[in-house]
């Protein structure tokens, strides 16, 4: 599902905070990037909005660990901003 200008900002936002927040929890690094991917449904999942199907990871650039988020989970709330802010602090 392609997103609107506004949310995708509010995921470029999202995206530019989580790098900034990143602190890696195997070599401490806080150096991250992160990548928009989506995957294909089956099941389940195809019930859901499309959304759900789409991730957002974040990998550190020291040592390649990876964190994957639901992007569906993330913006399906009217608090997902506090949802980042409770996971990057
Ligand atoms: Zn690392």
């Given at each position: 599902?392609?997103?609107?200008?506004?949310?995708?900002?509010i995921v470029d936002?999202?995206?530019?905070?989580?790098?900034?927040?990143?602190?890696?929890?195997?070599c401490k690094g806080?150096?991250?990037?992160?990548?928009?991917?989506?995957?294909?449904?089956?099941?389940?999942?195809?019930?859901?909005?499309?959304?759900?199907?789409?991730?957002?990871?974040?990998?550190?650039?020291?040592?390649?660990?990876?964190?994957?988020?639901?992007?569906?989970?993330?913006?399906?709330r009217d608090a997902?901003?506090?949802?980042?802010?409770?996971?990057?602090?």
């Open positions: 599902m392609a997103l609107d200008n506004r949310e995708q900002k936002e999202y995206k530019r905070k989580m790098e900034e927040k990143f602190i890696c929890p195997k806080k150096k991250s990037k992160t990548h928009e991917i989506a995957t294909t449904g089956s099941g389940l999942s195809r019930l859901y909005n499309v959304q759900y199907n789409e991730f957002i990871i974040i990998f550190c650039l020291g040592c390649g660990y990876t964190e994957i988020y639901n992007k569906g989970v993330l913006f399906g997902a901003r506090d949802v980042v802010d409770a996971i990057f602090g």
